[in-house]
């Protein structure tokens, strides 16, 4: 059994990819451009262009979400999406309250270990950076190293 689900691995952090990054570029267009209801506590209304932080958070939501969406840059993308939401939680949520469910903050802690996850494990199956690495492997150039570590 477990043979077969390490063989899966690639295609559920793929899928788990594809979720996290929608989910989290949705939140920055939302912010930037007032769809989908619009930014949080504005009724449908946009954040602020250059306002601290939340027009930057919604910058890096919306690219940092669509390349990890793609699978494009997916490691360094993740890096700057983790760290912007564990600025959220600490800068933000942690104020009202220590634990997340007491301060809001369980959407800005799950984001930010989600793509902390990614940081290590990469694109998965279905990324634009496995396609281009493989084209890198055709022409002769070396490619990074996609695959995850099984325990």
Do not use: K
Not at 5 to 33: C, D, E, K, T
Not at 96 to 108: C, K, M, R, V
């Amino acid at each position: 059994m477990s043979a077969r689900l390490n063989s899966a691995q690639p295609y559920a952090i793929g899928l788990f990819r594809i979720v996290l990054g929608l989910l989290f570029a949705v939140h920055g267009a939302a912010s930037l451009f007032g769809v989908l209801g619009g930014a949080a506590g504005t009724d449908g209304g946009t954040v602020p262009a250059g306002t601290w932080p939340g027009w930057y958070a919604a910058v890096i939501q919306l690219v940092a979400g669509g390349l990890v969406l793609l699978g494009l840059g997916t490691r360094g993308a993740a890096l700057i999406a983790s760290g912007s939401m564990a600025y959220a939680y600490f800068d933000v949520h942690q104020q009202a309250a220590l634990w997340p469910i007491q301060n809001g903050g369980e959407l800005s802690a799950l984001f930010c270990w989600g793509f902390f996850l990614l940081v290590f494990t990469g694109s998965g199956a279905f990324g634009l950076d496995r396609l281009f690495a493989r084209r890198a492997a055709a022409d002769g150039e070396p490619a990074a190293e996609q695959q995850p570590l099984a325990a």
